[in-house]
């Protein structure tokens, strides 16, 4: 085994005689020779690359004007001589990008005072004042910052390599460079080891470097680990950290932002050995965590908010890597569509092709989709059921991934849902105002961890008052749901997936569908929670609903002069009990406008479901959290128990033209016609007087098996009738 | 006396000979034949004007495939039979405007076959079933409705009065509109001679169909009232309903509304009577008050909301007619950028002038100003200072108006403030969910009276827990507050008034600047609330703000775990009290941030004063109320008491680019220097170190007179230095 491994090395050593140092072409890593002279002769005629471009030139033409100010290390993020130092590395790169387009040695004078100012000052620096990471940098209070500086300046380096003479290369590599590779190498080897997107970042930087000084040892060290046995490095952690569908277990918000070094690492080596198509690298995976990121948000390109998330969308200027790299790659027309919003291009081959073939955008479309976790695609993963375009492009989510490492949240099966351009049923995202200094430094706050991660404050049950595997991330770690089925077809789209781990002795099934029915002028979506249990419990099934309560179909008890919060713990201590009831008729209906429509969730109640109407803000000295409401059904006291809810989009609010359609909901009864381990059907009433059913099999989802039931015959997991 | 007023009425009878039916010129309301002769051949060249006719005959000519439908009263507002004749109104005067415009028969056809069916229905009805109103009509719950349909359908009628036999002409009036202005004119002779909104409607519906069967004593009544007098009537209400300034007395969301029956009957007598100058009538107040509801919105057209309001724009249909009219009128450019946003104009010879001239549209400004209040002008009023354009436009609205009859609100004295395209301090307007039925049917909600009319839902002082004039609407109209002063510069605007009346025994001064200043980045409001009394009182100032809070510089206890009540009544029960605080340093600063921007509101605050984090939302069993927060500062025990405000925009939240700038106030400490019959001086010390100060007189707004304060000599009623 050995052998064969040392074998493998010394063939991609041979392959990679290549590398740029020895050919002396330069640049080498992201803009290349070649592209530069092709760009050149015809800037000018591309609006999007020249508006990018004179962007660039605006922002360090009057950085120039400056003298070079190279601060002592001593703040924190936010601070100045952090904020200088990310500034700096902006200003070397966009200086030596500015130098090769338009030939004007100013430019490349810049980065070679910078770079030397920086190779005087490096060597000098202890570790950084700061002592808030366990990884920390010298010119930045974590390591992370220093590996983004490094890829930045590195490019910078690359574009003005053939300006400088070899004394000054090596004034600057033995005084920055090789310092700082030993930093990562050495002084953090355990981070250049690790699989994880601080990992990504480092062996990146200390590839790309490495590649401009011609270095294909440490080259071959960022790819393979630092033992070069594979069992660290890019490639390792391009296996690990996708799922075969490219989904990064984070989530879109982390995946979004951990694709960055993934792209421009790759476009280095694809740029510098070819051979390796690193693009084809585990079947494409690279390019197509770009296109699964896409397909993770909403209708304008909002990231779904799953886990820790902040609101971002599209057209972060990160991601026009991943759009202008997969565009030039894979030619999917649709991907301009997001680069001609993103209104820039990344300056390269890749962002170059982007801007020439902009005219030739079609529009991006949202699939109903499913996307599998885990490095195998066997560990769970998230499901989106769509219809519609535009403002009516419905969205339901439905998670069953991983935990998400550090990030992750405790919820399980749970779901979210988006219409009319806005969320509707939403997950909370994380508790933070990021870089907002008063709040807790622009941290997460601790509400985060106190409510968002909890499974109370989302869509999905909670069991007992307790949060999934008791909110012990280790344990979280090594279970994920398993997917159970999916359906894509123009009336039915659903998905369906099991939990046995979260909670012992439970068992969770729920499967979502959107439908497109007669019965419905809009799609509606089936919500069905089987949970079996030997055991009995308490399970509380929220949905966190976004806009203003027009109705119940229920007597409640308001508590309209004292309010008392819903728990002591596990998130609950953060909703305010507004108000709480029973169903009348087994029927519980809860109506509320968002925008222009009224949506309505009705869920069948037996005799002892109670609602509770809640609200987010409970134990929240701060104000942290935003005081959103909730409808909440509570089951005490059972063994088995199947939640049915079904969710409507109807009417219309038009305070312009003063009139409103339709503002009660279709739905007018719920019930399970039958409910065992083989099949659930559920009857869903309305207005009309007229009904559908809904008929699941729970144990076999198989395409092509023929199920019966009380003499009606289906093929397929799942009916509609 | 009386023997001149008959000469002036024979006078009048002379003049109006030219009444049209006379002349069997038709039609002659709105629409008259000479326009339409003008419009036929030309039509197809303006866009506008044609996208308006197409949308109509789209729209009629589908409604013209069904047959004709006149249910039996029987509905209130939004049930059947209210709308459906509600549809036959608008497709009468439709079908009538597109019979003179396309002269295709079957729209006069359609229009005889209605007239016919009503001619036939009216006469057998009683009474409408729904007994909600004194004002009952026969057609509609409210006689309200009733006026609105005549309005229109006169129109339709004169439209194909030509086309109609003398014969047909006759039944239609013997069934139809002879007991019409017989229900009007008799037998609510009440509402006809009334001063209020109800009576315009009812008199432009008489005096409009008696324009068109040319009953020129009829219009007499209409134009001054039921016995000719002058007491009541079109041009008593002209003169009592708007102020000098155009204003309506119950407040822009009213004003809205209102107009339209003054600007179609105007145009009527305009059209039919142009002798009469009604357009010139009180200095031009009609047209004055178009202009001014204009002005009275924020950036994007929304009407302040002031009273009971609700969300409405410029772009508001009803609207076209007064922008249409005026521009027509008056040529002010600035009102075609205003109907090219509305996308429609009015089928009149002012909605074709307003269409020709599309193109010469300019921007509309909006301006700083006063707009006074009362027939006379001398009961309070409204003024606004602006400062910034487009996004950047601020806007800070104080209110000093007179009551504003039954949709008027208990709030002297109180400020909203606008900025960055949002309400940022707001005013809550009405508790209302218009034609919402589950929500009280669409009417006005209870909490509108017991929260959203008192004084502590506003940003005013309440004493001692009760709102102004003891909630006594009667007593409220019979003061308004006194202006004071005004100034209008590039950096300094300021409006100040008032009120001696509101509060037995307690004088309430307000100035409020908004100011451009070195020392701060953008404008920044100044709020001095002095208030004397020779008694005790308590002091409730709150500010409503939107957004999420960010920071306090105060200590506060906050009920985390449990939660009350502000108070029991006057609109304190639906306040939770979230924090209750108190300074230190004499400093009460509140930051939050709305959209990117922060806001602070610094306050001075004496040992004794106490600053309360509320929230709306208390005692609303049926969640009628939107859940915001209110910071809150309460002095108990004074007499005299002064608050002294800085309302700050600063720094900028980029999550795209992941910055965030200035997140911390400007002001550093707020001093009152010297408070005193004659003058308060106010100290606001910012971050840098430097101050500024604020003069203020307090005994006299000449703009010319000389002021000294320990040695400081300036000019006018305030100095900034």
Known sequence: ?????????????????????????????????????????????????????????????????????????????????????????????????????????????????????????????????????????????????????????????????????????????????????????????????????????????????????????????????????????????????????????????????????????????????????????????????????????????????????????????????????????????????????????????????????????????????????????????????????????????????????????????SVSYYDNDREILQDYGAARFLNIEPKNGGHYLPENDSFCKHTISHNTVTVDGKSHFNYDMKLSSEHAPDFYGFVDTDEVKMVSAKDKYAVAGVEMHRTVWLLRHPLFDRPVTVDIFRITSAEKHRYDLPFYFLGHLMRTNYPYEAFTTQRALLGESNGYQHLWVEAKGKAENNLIATTFLNGNRFYTISSLADDQTEVYLNRIGGTDPDFNLRHEPAVMLRREEAANHTFVNVIEIHGEYNPRMEYTLDPYATVQSIRLVSDTADYTVAEIGTQSGKSLRIYLSNNNSDAEATHTFEGYSWKGVCSIQ
């Not at 569908?245 to 984070?250: K, L, M």
């Not at 982390?254 to 280095?268: E, G, H, K, N």
Request: charged share 25%.
């Open 1 to 413: 085994m050995k052998s064969i491994r040392s074998f493998v090395f010394t063939l991609l050593l041979f392959l990679s005689l290549g590398l740029c140092a020895q050919q002396t072409e330069h640049p080498c890593l992201i803009l290349t020779k070649q592209v530069v002279e092709q760009i050149r002769p015809n800037l000018g005629t591309l609006p999007v690359f020249d508006n990018t471009v004179q962007e660039m030139q605006r922002k360090i033409d009057r950085i120039m004007d400056l003298p070079i100010d190279l601060p002592q290390p001593k703040d924190a993020g936010g601070g100045y001589s952090h904020e200088q130092h990310k500034r700096n590395y902006t200003a070397i790169y966009q200086a030596g990008v500015l130098y090769q387009l338009k030939g004007d040695k100013k430019y490349a004078e810049y980065v070679k005072q910078m770079l030397f100012a920086y190779a005087e000052l490096y060597p000098t620096l202890p570790l950084h004042p700061v002592q808030k990471s366990n990884y920390r940098g010298r010119l930045f209070w974590q390591g992370l910052n220093e590996s983004v500086w490094l890829v930045n300046v590195s490019q910078g380096y690359d574009c003005v390599y053939n300006y400088l003479t070899e004394k000054e290369r090596e004034q600057i590599e033995t005084g920055l460079f090789r310092p700082m590779i030993r930093f990562f190498r050495e002084e953090n080897r355990k981070t250049f080891a690790r699989i994880h997107n601080h990992g990504t970042w480092a062996v990146a930087a200390v590839g790309m470097i490495s590649y401009v000084m011609g270095d294909t040892d440490m080259v071959e060290q960022s790819l393979y680990g630092p033992d070069k046995d594979g069992k660290g490095g890019f490639m390792k952690q391009i296996d690990q950290l996708f799922s075969p569908d490219g989904y990064f277990e984070e989530g879109p918000y982390y995946q979004r932002y951990s694709l960055q070094p993934f792209l421009m690492f790759a476009q280095a080596v694809d740029n510098n050995e070819p051979e390796r198509k690193i693009f084809e690298y585990k079947d494409g995976v690279l390019l197509k965590a770009v296109t699964t990121l896409l397909q993770l948000t909403e209708q304008n390109g909002q990231f779904f908010h799953l886990n820790d998330a902040l609101d971002k969308t599209w057209h972060t200027n990160e991601l026009a890597w991943g759009v202008d790299i997969a565009y030039a790659k894979t030619g999917n027309k649709q991907l301009l569509s997001i680069a001609r919003e993103q209104g820039s291009v990344v300056i390269s081959e890749a962002g170059w092709k982007t801007a020439q073939d902009m005219a030739l955008a079609e529009p991006f479309v949202h699939r109903t989709l499913i996307v599998r976790d885990g490095p195998d695609g066997d560990q769970g993963g998230i499901g989106v059921l769509r219809d519609g375009k535009g403002k009516d492009e419905v969205a339901v989510v439905m998670k069953y991934t991983s935990h998400g490492m550090g990030h992750g949240h405790f919820d399980k099966l």
